[in-house]
C-alpha cells in the first residue's frame, strides 16, 4: 500500500480571524501525497486494502467529469496493481477534460452513461450487491462514501495533539464529516456543503455517526448557487487567503469552507477566543490554471 506521512497543521493568516481573535489552523491534507491528496487518501486507504484482502483485482467506481475522486482511484490503481473503471456520468462524444484524460493514461477504463443510469449506479451502496454482477471486482460507491471511508478519516484525530472548538471541512457525499465527529465527539464539527440541496444529508448522515453523537452541523448556505458554482463572495476570500498564506484553495470545496467560515466569524457565530481548524481536502487536481 502506499505510506503516507501525517500532514502538518499550520497557522492561517487572515486579518478577519485575528481582527476577532479566533485563532484559525488547517491541517494540510492536501500534502498528503501530490495525487492521491486531501481526503483523498483517507478515504481510499482501508478500502484499497479490503480490496487486496479480498482478493479482488479491479476496482469500479464512478465519478463526474472532473472527480477528485476518479483521479484519486486512477492513480492509486496503476501504482497498486487494480485494474479500474471508472462510470462517468458524461456523453461519450465530449471531449475528455485533463481530469479524464489522466484517469485514461493511468489505465482506467472509462464508461460513459446517462444522467438516469448514474443514478441507478447511486445505489449500489455496498460491495456485495455488486459483487455479484462482476465477479473479482471491488466497488466503490460515489465519493467513496462507506465505513471504511469513514473509519480512515477518523484516523486524522492521531495527528493533532491540541483540543479545537471547531473544525471545519467541506462536505459532499458526508463521509469525511462523518469520521470527524465520530473522532473528535467535544468539537463542534462544520461540514460545508458543496450543493445545493444538501439538506437532506442531516437524515442520512446520523444513521452513519450514531445519534449519541450531536456534534456536527451542515452548513447549507455556502455552495455559492451549486455544485462547481463561484461568485465575488467566493473569489474575494480565497485571494484574500492565498495571498497571505502558502497554500492555494480549490474553488469547489476548499474555497466555500472559508467563505463559511468568514460569515461565521462576521456574524459572531463563533466566538473571540474560538480556537478553529480547517481541514484542507485537497482537490487542486480540478484547478488547472
Ligand atoms: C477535494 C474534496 N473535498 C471535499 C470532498 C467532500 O468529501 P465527502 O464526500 O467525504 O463529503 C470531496 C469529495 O469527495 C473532495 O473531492
Redesign the pocket.
Known sequence: MLKLNPSPIQKVEWQLASDNSISVDIKRDDLLHSIVS??KWR?LKYLLADAKVKSSSHIMTMGGNWS??LHAVAFAGKTLGFKTTGIVRAHPEQALTPTLKDCKRWGMELRFTTRREYAKYRKFQAWDSFHNNQPNSYWLSE?G?SELAIKGVMDIADEVDKHYDYIVV????????CGLAKAFPKTQIIGVAAFAGAEYLRDELALYVGCELENWIIDTEHHCGGFAKTNESLKAVATEIESNNNFKL?FV?NAKSFLALSTRILTGAIAPGSNVLIIH???LQGRRD
Not at 467541506?170 to 464529516?177: E, F, K, M, Q
Request: aromatic residues 10%.
Open positions: 486531501g481526503n478515504k477528485n475522486h465519493g462514501f467541506a462536505c459532499g457525499s458526508g463521509a469525511t464529516l480549490d470545496y481536502t485537497g482537490g
